[in-house]
Nanobody, 118 residues
Framework: QVRLVESGGGLVQAGGSLRLSCAAS????????MSWFRQAPGKEREKVAV????????NYADSVKGRFTISRDNANNISYLQMNSLKPEDTAVYYC???????????WGQGTQVTVSS
């Protein structure tokens, strides 16, 4: 059974930091590209960061570049999103996603709420 379980969300003041974790099981984690998305109320889901299966390459949305860092631990099947210098506009539910390159299918976690107060 495929599972992606996010954790680490919460309430933080502007300028603060959080680290989100995504624990994966039930599939070959090291063969999948991992991404983090977020969705704020009334807005579409937005991809904020992606990391290749080996961790050799990453990419970020302009809105988080220089503040967020995506990483992965293939030995323990975990993806991380380190979020620094948080802003109120970063408030959203954050989701992790796993997709095998070339596949149209992907797996989603249940999401974790991040709230940044001003």
């Amino acid at each position: 059974q495929v599972r992606l379980v996010e954790s680490g969300g919460g309430l933080v003041q502007a300028g603060g930091s959080l680290r989100l974790s995504c624990a994966a099981s039930g599939f070959t984690f090291s063969s999948h590209t991992m991404s983090w998305f977020r969705q704020a109320p009334g807005k579409e889901r937005e991809k904020v960061a992606v990391i290749t299966s080996t961790g050799s390459s990453t990419n970020y949305a302009d809105s988080v570049k220089g503040r967020f860092t995506i990483s992965r631990d293939n030995a323990n099947n975990i993806s991380y999103l380190q979020m620094n210098s948080l802003k109120p506009e970063d408030t959203a539910v954050y989701y992790c996603n796993a997709q095998r390159p070339g596949s149209v299918y992907s797996y989603w976690g249940q999401g974790t709420q991040v709230t940044v107060s001003s």
